[in-house]
């Protein structure tokens, strides 16, 4: 299937584009394109206007800005995926990410920007407790993670805005991100994939963050499973504990990859291997 017929802009600045956005009754901006082009040929989108921000200059680099690294909004996936800069749970979600086609040219903004509800990155930023920069007619603002996913395929993003940054803080701890596929493996969007930060001072976890992806309608903080962590030596019981409340008020969504027991399932399984894998990466 083709699209239907839209206007196509290429702007050469931000402010550029978000003009063409604010213009446009609807108007959608492409990075890579990895997302909204075939939902365009699917006629999920019809768009008026598409607005190409991929040539504006300065947004594809990966900077260390000391108490945080910054992800431009033109950064491809496998940039992401190979810098040493970006926490291993985010590198390794983005050597995740769909196909090698898809990892040349997709971006992390494009994809946080999407928000799908199966998305690796998008767990990946919220265990990391990142913070998105977004320029819109009124100037710039930034959104904590916690606050930008609103429900499937729905962002704090507002139209006429465009993503231009992610910040992700500079902090101790170990990081790690598991998920199995829809193709079995790590291949495709997550039946259901967990991204986790812990931080240990004296032996003990003084504090984590888990992040769910694939198993509700959107990426979600595991509040449950992180309460059962905070306090105690990260022992194998202790993460038994917090992968039996992974999805405590986590409404699961039953799919065609799975039923909520399933998911559920799951989710506690990929709970207890990425907090696993981030205890041992934090030493």
């Given at each position: ?49 598409v607005?190409?921000i ?79 920069v ?8 930034e ?36 998920k ?76 065609l ?9 799951l ?8 907090v ?8």
């Open positions: 299937m083709y699209p239907r017929n839209f206007e196509y802009v290429a702007v050469e600045s931000i402010d550029e584009a978000v003009e063409a956005l604010s213009s446009s009754e609807f108007a959608k901006v492409m990075s890579g394109g990895m997302s909204l082009i075939p939902m365009m040929k699917l006629r999920l989108l019809s768009p008026e206007t607005v190409d991929g040539r504006v200059g300065g947004l594809d680099q990966i900077t260390d800005n000391g108490d945080h690294v910054s992800i431009g909004g033109l950064v491809r996936h496998r940039d992401i995926a190979v810098s040493e800069l970006v926490p291993q749970a985010l590198r390794q979600a983005a050597s995740w990410t769909g196909d090698p086609q898809v990892r040349n040219r997709g971006t992390t903004c494009g994809a946080v920007a999407h928000a799908d509800l199966a998305a690796d990155q998008t767990a990946a930023v919220l265990a990391l407790g990142a913070t998105m977004v320029q819109g007619p009124s100037g710039t603002r959104v904590l993670a916690d606050d930008w996913f609103v429900d499937t395929m729905t962002s704090a993003l507002e139209p006429d805005e465009i993503l231009t940054e992610i910040r992700i803080p500079q902090r101790a701890g170990g990081t790690a991100y598991d199995l596929g829809r193709r079995g493996g790590h291949t495709d969007y997550a039946v259901a994939g967990v991204a986790a930060w812990v931080a240990k001072d004296n032996g003990s976890i003084s504090d984590c963050r888990i992040a769910l992806t694939g198993v509700g309608s959107k990426p979600t903080l595991a509040s449950g499973a992180v309460e059962a962590l905070i306090g105690t030596d990260g022992s194998e019981s202790a993460i038994a504990d917090a992968a039996a409340r992974a999805t405590e008020d986590v409404t699961v969504l039953e799919d990859y799975g039923s909520e027991e399933y998911k559920a399932h989710a506690g399984v990929y709970v207890k291997r990425a696993t894998q981030a205890l041992a990466a934090a030493g």
